[in-house]
């Protein structure tokens, strides 16, 4: 299956979000489709839109259209309100919902197309249909993404595939090295505070034994 070049900011998203970072919880980052499907395999038409402040209460439908090549028009072919409804002929029992199931607020709203046919190639539109509801208004857009469909009998690897993936993982390696070095400066940092203090107990403990010592000498010698 074909794959899109990622953007360096795609995988420190990934890895923050698979670390467990706090700065990525709730977040939404809009990924693109693949576009290279292999026949007689199944394959995700993506579309992600993420809405832009996740304090408005929303909800949202989609809508799929298709155009394969040589042809003008899109048609319809598939339908998300709250369920799937397939309607196109040419796709009845191929598409399923592979998007957002928690919640009539989608953000992702892509489907699933199994036994990939050649006739599959062409034009995917998706079309969210989203209801922001403020505390005085509702206001409602329509957001479009395309996916642009190759169907091909045998999976291949560009160029362009290899490099993206070479900086993935770089990406990814750096980042870990990063953390790790954090790691170390902290624990030398937090081992040199303890250090500190240890030393410093012990010149106290030190002085206060001194000071006892001189008085126990000066009352020998008052003594005397």
């Known amino acids: 299956m074909g794959r899109n070049i990622v953007s360096l900011e795609q ?45 408005v209460e929303g909800s ?17 072919i598939y339908n998300y309100d709250e369920e799937g409804s397939i309607k196109s002929f040419q796709f009845e029992d191929r598409l399923d919902w592979f998007g957002s199931r928690q919640s009539n607020d989608i953000q992702d709203a892509s489907i699933f197309l199994t036994n990939v046919t050649f006739n599959d190639s062409g034009t995917y539109r998706c079309r969210v249909n989203r209801l922001l ?31 993206s993936e070479v900086m993935m993982y770089v990406a990814i390696i750096g980042l870990q090295v990063w953390l790790l070095i954090e790691m170390i400066y902290c624990y030398r940092k937090i081992s040199a505070a303890g250090e500190e203090a240890l030393r410093e107990a012990a010149n106290a403990e030190y002085l206060a034994l001194a000071s006892e010592s001189k008085d126990n000498c000066a009352g020998v010698q008052v003594g005397d």
């Open 11 to 55: 995988v420190i998203f990934v890895l923050l979000c698979t670390l467990g970072v706090g700065m990525c919880r709730g977040a939404c980052a809009e990924v693109d489709s693949d576009t290279e499907a292999v026949a007689g395999k199944g394959f995700k038409l993506g579309c992600i839109s993420c809405k832009r402040r996740s304090e």
């Open 60 to 76: 949202a439908t989609v809508d799929w259209f298709f155009r394969s090549k040589g042809q003008k028009d899109f048609e319809h």
């Open 133 to 163: 509801t403020y505390e005085y208004y509702e206001y409602q857009t329509k957001i479009f993404k395309e996916v642009n469909l190759t169907v091909v009998g045998k999976a291949t690897r560009g160029t362009a595939s290899i490099v």
